[in-house]
C-alpha cells in the first residue's frame, strides 16, 4: 500500500502573496507624535473657543442695553400718530427752569466723547445753541447709547429728551451758555445721505483780513463755494440772523406805509414795453410775440395813482439785464418801491422816504440787537450811525455834493455824474464831517433820470430827483414824477422811446392825474449796507447775476 502524504503544519506554513497588491505599512513612530500633537491642539483650541463663549454669555449679560429703546434711528414721519409732546426752543432755556424735562428737536452742530461714559453734544437751532451731556448711567443711559451717540453725523436731526441743569459756569461755545441739558433720551429724525461740503463751524468763523496769510489755522470757505452749497451755507447762525433781518425791514416797510395811509399793490411782471429803457431789459417769448420782465413796477404804480389809489407800495421781484460783476449789482433782487400823490410840493414824497428810513433804522436797533450782533461776530463793522434831533437827516444838492468831493481832489470835470468810487469817497468825507452814514442827495441833473422824471422849474437842466445814500453807496433812487401827458410824450422821444410803444401808459395821464412822485428801493442792498456785508450775494437767499442761475 502506498504510504500517505505527509499531514501540513498550519502555523509553520508560509502565505502565498497575491499577485498584484502591496502589503499595508504601519504608522511610523514620527507620524503617531505628530497626530497625538495635532489631537492635543484641537482639544485646547476647542477649550478656548468654549470659555471665550462662556465670558462672551457673560458679558453679554452683564451688559444687557437697558437702554434700547431711549435711543436709536425713528421711522420715517409719516404722520403716523400725533401724541402732541410739548417741544421747547432753545432760545426759551434759562436757569429757572433748572430740573424740568424739556423735549427740543435741534440739530447736531458738534459732538465729542470723554472717555467711554460721557458724550457732550452741541444742539442747534437756527441762532442758538445748547450744550448737551449724555452720562452712563445704571438703568437710564447704556454704553452702547453713549457710543451710537458719538456715531451722530453733524448736521443730522435729533428729537433730545433731557433735564435742563443751571451751569456752574458760562458756556462759551453754546449761544445758551447758563445751562446745560442732560439726555435722556437721544433719538435720530434725519441723517446724512451725502458728504457735508464744509461745516457750518467753518462756515460760521469770521472774515479773515485780506493781508492774512494762507496757511490760516483754520478752514476758510469762499463765496462761491458757500453759494454753490447754499443749503448748507445758510445754516449757519451768521446768516439765520441774516435772513431775519432781511425779513424785519420787509416787515417795517409795511409797518410804517400801512401807518401812513398806504395801500400794497401786486403788479405784473411780464411787460409789452420796458420800463425805463430797452438796453437794460429780459427779452422773452410771449406765445407769437415777445414780452419783457419788468425793471420795476414803476409804470403800474404811476398809473394806480391815476386810478386815485392816492398811496400805494409794492414788495416784489425786479429784473435788470445788466452785465455787471460787482459787489453790489444782482440781475433779479427785491424791490421796495412806493408811490404817492402830492399835494404842494415832491418834498412831501422825500421827507415822508426819510420818516420811512428813520422807522427802519431806530426799529433794526431797538429790536433785532441780538441778530445785529451775531452778524457782526462774522462781519465786523462801525455801528451804522444816522442823524437824531432837530438838525434831522443831512441833505445835500447834487451841486453841494460835488463841491465836497471838489474840495476832497477830485477834478470837477470828473463831475458830470457821481460814480461808484466817487460815491463811496463821498460817504467817507460825510461821515468824517457829519458823523452820518445817512443821508440824502437832492437836485439831479435831469440828463441823468429816467424820462418821467419832473424837470426843476427853475433850471430845466435839473430835475426834482433825489437819491438815498448808505455808507456812501445808493440805496434808493426816486423823483416827482411828469403827471403831464404833453410834456411826458415830449420827454419820452427826447430819450429816443416812441410813445406810441407805450400808448396805455400815456393814456392814463390823458385821463387826468394828480401830481405824484416816489422811489424805488433795493432791499438787499440796505441788509448789505446796514450790515456792512461787503456783498450784495450775502444778502440774497439764492442770488441771481450775471454768472449765477442755480441753486
Not at 434808493?476 to 410834456?487: M, P, V
Request: aromatic content about 8%; proline content about 6%.
Amino acid at each position: 500500500m502506498a504510504d500517505s502524504a505527509p499531514a501540513r503544519n498550519p502555523s509553520t506554513e508560509q502565505p502565498v502573496p497575491v499577485e498584484g497588491a502591496e502589503a499595508t505599512k504601519a504608522p511610523s513612530k514620527n507620524e503617531l507624535k505628530k497626530r497625538a500633537k495635532e489631537e492635543e491642539k484641537a482639544r485646547k483650541a476647542a477649550e478656548k473657543a468654549a470659555r471665550q463663549a462662556e465670558l462672551e454669555a457673560q458679558k453679554a449679560a452683564a451688559e444687557v442695553d437697558y437702554a434700547k429703546d431711549f435711543y436709536g434711528k425713528l421711522p420715517l414721519n409719516q404722520s403716523q400718530s400725533r401724541p402732541r409732546r410739548e417741544r421747547v426752543q432753545i432760545a426759551s432755556l434759562n436757569p429757572n427752569m433748572d430740573g424740568q424735562t424739556v423735549l427740543i428737536r435741534a440739530r447736531v452742530q458738534t459732538t465729542r466723547a470723554q472717555g467711554s461714559k460721557m458724550v457732550f453734544l452741541n444742539l442747534r437751532q437756527r441762532t442758538d445753541s445748547v450744550q448737551a451731556l449724555l452720562t452712563v448711567a445704571p438703568g437710564t443711559v447704556s454704553k452702547q447709547m453713549a457710543k451710537w451717540a458719538t456715531s451722530l453725523q453733524i448736521e443730522s436731526i435729533v428729537l433730545a429728551e433731557g433735564v435742563v441743569k443751571k451751569s456752574p459756569e458760562i458756556i462759551k461755545s453754546a449761544t445758551v451758555g447758563d445751562v446745560e441739558l442732560h439726555l435722556t433720551q437721544l433719538h435720530l429724525i434725519s441723517g446724512l445721505d451725502t458728504v457735508l461740503p464744509f461745516t457750518v463751524d467753518d462756515a460760521n468763523r469770521p472774515e479773515p483780513p485780506e493781508t492774512e496769510a494762507e496757511d490760516v489755522q483754520f478752514k476758510r470757505v469762499l463765496l462761491d463755494t458757500r453759494l454753490n452749497n447754499r443749503v448748507v451755507d445758510l445754516r449757519t447762525q451768521t446768516n439765520q440772523a441774516v435772513f431775519k433781518l432781511q425779513h424785519a425791514i420787509g416787515s417795517l416797510f409795511r409797518e410804517y406805509l400801512d401807518s401812513q395811509g398806504f395801500t400794497e399793490i401786486h403788479s405784473p411782471k411780464l411787460q409789452g414795453a420796458a420800463t425805463e429803457s430797452g438796453a437794460s431789459v429780459f427779452q422773452v417769448s410771449y406765445f407769437k410775440g415777445k414780452a419783457f420782465l419788468a425793471q420795476s413796477p414803476q409804470l403800474a404804480k404811476q398809473m394806480a395813482i391815476a386810478a386815485d389809489f392816492e398811496r400805494v407800495y409794492e414788495i416784489g421781484p425786479v429784473f435788470r439785464a445788466e452785465d455787471s460783476n460787482t459787489h453790489r449789482h444782482m440781475t433779479e433782487f427785491i424791490g421796495l418801491d412806493l408811490e404817492m400823490a402830492i399835494e404842494e410840493h415832491y418834498h412831501e414824497v422825500m421827507e415822508l422816504l426819510d420818516g420811512l428810513f428813520l422807522h427802519m433804522f431806530r426799529s433794526l436797533k431797538q429790536k433785532y440787537a441780538k441778530e445785529i450782533e451775531t452778524v457782526r461776530k462774522q462781519f465786523p463793522a462801525d455801528e451804522f450811525k444816522w442823524r437824531e434831533g432837530p438838525e434831522g437827516t443831512l441833505k445835500l444838492s447834487f451841486r453841494e455834493a460835488v463841491d465836497l468831493l471838489v474840495e476832497d481832489g477830485v477834478p470837477r470835470e470828473e463831475l458830470d455824474d457821481i460814480d461808484t468810487a466817487n460815491e463811496k469817497r463821498l460817504g467817507r468825507i460825510v461821515r468824517a464831517k457829519y458823523d452820518t452814514d445817512y443821508f440824502i442827495i437832492d437836485k439831479f441833473p435831469l440828463a441823468l433820470r429816467p424820462f418821467y422824471t419832473m424837470p426843476d422849474p427853475e433850471d430845466p437842466t435839473l430835475s426834482n430827483s433825489y437819491d438815498f445814500f448808505m455808507r456812501g453807496e445808493e440805496i434808493l433812487s426816486g423823483a416827482q414824477r411828469i403827471h403831464d401827458a404833453k410834456l411826458l410824450a415830449e420827454q419820452m422821444r427826447g430819450k429816443g422811446i416812441d410813445p406810441a410803444s407805450m400808448s396805455y401808459y400815456l393814456e392814463a395821464f390823458k385821463l387826468g392825474c394828480p401830481p405824484h412822485g416816489g422811489g424805488g428801493i433795493g432791499l438787499e442792498r440796505v441788509l448789505m449796507l446796514f450790515l456792512k456785508l461787503n456783498n450784495i450775494r450775502r444778502a440774497s437767499l439764492f442770488p441771481r447775476d450775471p454768472k449765477r442761475l442755480e441753486p
